[in-house]
């Protein structure tokens, strides 16, 4: 295989590419300025009164749902419920459930289509997810089984309501839970119409409905023939998603209430029956089944999801965090007033250097113990609780703002690069290829080792080298960037590093990530101007990740008593101030 020289490659052609999907993890909601007026009415007069008429009636839930299970074992718990049990509960929480959504302003649930029994289709799956308001997709499909995470039990009137359905739990604490659940899954699907169905939100999580995420192959194991239900929220404004980022859950509960009236869609789409090969392959069902569904919503089937607790986005054939963690490191950075341009890192390039909490807050002369156990949790960690000191190197330099694309490119290069036994070159391997990306892409580790491969495909060596003629770094690193600088060292076979030019051998599919155009949200460098202004959104994350097939339920935070008084006792507040201004208003007219 001949060598090849930079100068011996032509950029890409510059060819459009098929247009960017929306966003779908962003919801903005403009409002006019009478809209704000009538909000403004209507959230003081209207909203309290239906918001606290239905806690009300979800508390009367409680004792339909409690009387169910009273005196059940949990043997008997493991096989469906019948008899009186099932026909009074189950109607007086269905009825007592529609009057929850009408109190709330959903006056009308439109059902198109039909429901499949549960012969046909054992599984519903539901999308769009857009928001909490999505569990009133069970009534025209007569209450099916739910999965939801085994913490929701804990909490008051939920947890008595999980009991009630059945539901199928997964515990984020126990690995062996999602095994488990696995099982339970197939386990009623495959139970010939014994069990009722049992209905999951693919997505896992909740989005703006202008596209679908990546459906969770959980819904899909069994191979059982499903049924996908659309949910459409058909008014003329959008107060109902609750997105990653977008009005919280108070803001979307108080405007959906102000809304004199809200109306859903729910489609019933024919039975979908699985190949032998999507019988075998979870995975490939679960995409054949998002596109059908993506294709009568008239919306694009993206790969997005969430990865962790964080939503993730695809460019390309890369998939990059939409807001990677370095972000809030550099917040709590600036918060303890610490400059990263202004830090020694002082870490050697190739060599792996651990380091304790300790070092780490003295390295980086930090001494608020807070400050440092947030800092130092952004990295990645060993069995012993060390980090990488090429980790810290890299995110301090990347958050300094005085450093161009290329030098932080030949700069990750010489870090993570490691040097060859029988020949002079030094290459990027996985680990520290997947390491580069995940903090400055926030990319999931899998993902970049993928591409990694990809790149490295075809080649003698497991490796990427440099082939590029850039300036030497100044500093501490300049012996080895002047090596760097250069170009193509040897004849081996030569990959370039993502940002640089692509060497001859290197295949062309497995490129086209590089030139691909990048969403106008997506930032894929910390000190991009496009992060100024943003709200925290890390706080509103889950601190951990649901079962990546199981959960029906959004990765937000579930509400706990605490919030959940305080709302009640600010709405019985305001709903008696109300009181008061509708009786002086009242006076006012008597006596004019």
Known sequence: MSQGSPGDWAPLDPTPGPPTPPNPFVHELHLSR??????????ALLAPIRVLLAFIVLFLLWPFAWLQVAGLTEEQLQEPITGWRKTVCHNGVLGLSRLLFFLLGFLRIRVRGQRASRLQAPVLVAAPHSTFFDPIVLLPCDLPKVVSRAENLS???????????QAILVSRHDPASRRRV?????????SGGKWPQVLFFPEGTCSNKKALLKFKPGAFIAGVPVQPVLIRYP?????????????????????????????????????????P????????YANNVQRVMAQALGI?????????????????RLKVALEPQLWELGKVLRKAGLS???????????RSRMI??????????????????????????DAKGLVDFRDVALALAALDGGRSLEELTRLAFELFAEEQVEAPDRLLYKDGFSTILHLLLGSPRPAAATLHAELCQGGPHQGLSLCESLPPLPGRLGPSSAQAGRGCWGSSYKRSVPGLLPPRSAPREALQHLSAPLPETTCLIPRHPHCSGQRDCASSQAEGRLSASTSPACLRPTLCLKPICSCLIFLLLLFFFNLIFIFFVCLGFFFL
């Open 34 to 43: 009478l809209q704000r007026v009538k909000f403004c009415l209507l959230g």
């Open 155 to 165: 909490v008051p009137v939920i947890g008595a309501l999980l009991r009630f359905n």
């Open 182 to 190: 696995v099982e339970e899954v197939r386990r009623r699907a495959t």
């Open 235 to 275: 008014n003329s404004l959008d107060t109902t998603s609750w997105a990653w980022r977008g009005p919280g859950v108070l803001k979307v509960l108080w405007l959906t209430a102000s809304q004199p009236c809200s109306i859903v869609d729910v489609e019933f789409l024919p039975v979908y029956h699985p190949s």
């Open 277 to 284: 090969e999507e019988s075998r392959n979870p995975t490939l």
């Open 300 to 316: 694009p089937a993206t790969e997005c999801e969430f990865v962790g607790s964080l939503p993730v986005i695809v460019v390309g």
């Open 340 to 350: 990263p341009g202004h830090v020694d890192a002082g870490a050697e390039p190739g």
């Open 356 to 381: 304790s909490q300790e070092e780490f807050a003295r390295q980086l002369q930090l001494s608020d113990p807070q400050t440092v156990a947030g800092a130092f949790s952004y990295f990645q960690q």
